[in-house]
């Protein structure tokens, strides 16, 4: 069985000193958990001083991007190189937002995802449709065409340090949750592609993570399907309560 992993996208949200508070009741509430991989993404400005609060914890920690190049003249950018060095065990690419306001292409996800690899981080490469994509009939289509750029060039022992997120945008912050079975036929078809691409004993390893609006209310039931090995949490990872309560389900999947 895949191990789950819950991740709190924490996004362009709090300070130094809020992040330092929310991780020190974080810490103490998910300090039981065994079985499930928890990961906190903060800020970039937020991250050397939570890797410092997170070791010999039981969470990880994240970076939400990362530039391609390690270092040189890219005036306020982010090297794997530095994120590694200050103790990340993660970085998420190719998030729809990034996709949405920062011009990130199925092409530059590739980019930072071999950085990423090559600087040892383990990389969460998001995928997703948007509603109209949905509406048209294409979700298939994209969410294929954006798995196949993003993963161009990646071996297959390269496929196995990689955890993907299937984040339909439709369902991102809008309160809106694809049911478990729309999540669960993309995550098949997610699935299915990898074993094309990589064969049956990698696509079977790899970690497929659902995002949109998972709460303590909709996550066990998610998490229950097949294909869903895990959850990249917005909104609802901000909150102590709501994130160990999704971690707790998680913790609940039998297997
Ligand atoms: P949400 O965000 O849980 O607030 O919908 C998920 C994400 O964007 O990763």
Redesign the pocket.
């Given at each position: 069985m895949r191990k789950l992993n819950i991740s709190g996208?924490w996004?362009l949200n709090k300070t130094l000193a809020e992040t330092k508070a929310l991780l020190a009741v974080l810490k103490s509430e998910l300090a039981g958990v065994k079985k499930t991989e928890i990961v906190v993404c903060p800020t970039y400005v937020s991250l050397a001083t939570s890797a410092e609060m997170l070791i010999d914890s039981n969470i990880k920690l994240g970076a939400q991007n990362l530039f391609w190049e390690e270092s040189g003249a890219f005036t306020g950018e982010v090297s794997g190189l530095q994120l590694k060095a200050i103790g990340c065990n993660y970085v998420i690419i190719g998030?729809?937002?990034r996709r949405q306001y920062f011009g990130e292409t199925d092409e530059t996800v590739n980019k930072r995802l071999k950085s990423a690899l090559q600087n040892e981080l383990l990389p969460i490469v998001?995928v997703g449709e948007t509603l109209e994509e949905r509406e048209i009939g294409k979700t298939f289509d994209i969410i294929s065409e954006q798995v196949q750029g993003a993963l161009s060039g990646i071996s297959k022992d390269e496929m196995q340090k990689i955890t993907l997120?299937y984040?339909p945008v439709w369902?991102?912050?809008?309160g809106k949750t694809a049911t478990p079975e729309q999540a669960q036929e993309v995550h098949a078809f997610i699935r299915e592609k990898l074993t094309k691409l990589f064969g049956n004993s990698v696509a079977e390893n790899v970690t497929i993570q659902y995002?949109?609006?998972?709460?303590p209310s909709n996550a066990y039931e998610l998490l229950s399907q097949n294909d869903i090995d895990g959850a990249?949490?917005?909104?609802?990872?901000l909150d102590v309560e709501s994130f160990a309560a999704i971690v707790q389900a998680a913790e609940n999947i039998e297997g």
């Open positions: 996208n996004k998030h729809s937002e998001c997120a984040e369902a991102i912050g809008t995002g949109g609006s998972v709460k990249l949490v917005g909104g609802a990872s």
